[in-house]
Nanobody, 123 residues
């Protein structure tokens, strides 16, 4: 079992920045792929970014490429999502997720989920 706890959400003006954190516990993450998803009201959960824990390779959704950066800190077993130049359409609940074997953008492929953290971007 992997437990995931997100933090760092909040209210920010358009053009501002936030950094989300996802603290993982329960297992070594050496064979895991970590990802951030988001879900706005009335919309499906969508892929934002993912990282392979061991090698640090990353993948981003087109909508956030160049504005968001996913990273991990081995010593703290934590994944981060640095979000810059935020837009009102980035408003959503952001979830951290983990899976083994391969990177994926389909939320159904992920085994473990955090409780989510709200990000609200005002115009």
């Amino acid at each position: 079992q992997v437990q995931l706890v997100e933090s760092g959400g909040g209210l920010v003006q358009a053009g501002g920045s936030l950094r989300l954190s996802c603290a993982a516990s329960g297992r070594t993450l050496a064979n895991y792929y970590m990802a951030w998803f988001r879900q706005a009201p009335g919309k499906e959960r969508e892929f934002v970014a993912a990282i392979r824990w061991t090698f640090g390779s990353t993948r981003y959704a087109d909508s956030v490429e160049g504005r968001f950066t996913i990273s991990r800190e081995n010593a703290k077993n934590t994944v981060y999502l640095q979000m810059n130049n935020l837009k009102p359409e980035d408003t959503a609940v952001y979830y951290c997720a983990a899976k083994r074997l391969a990177m994926a953008i389909n939320p159904g492929a992920y085994e473990y989920w955090g409780q989510g953290t709200q990000v609200t971007v005002s115009s």
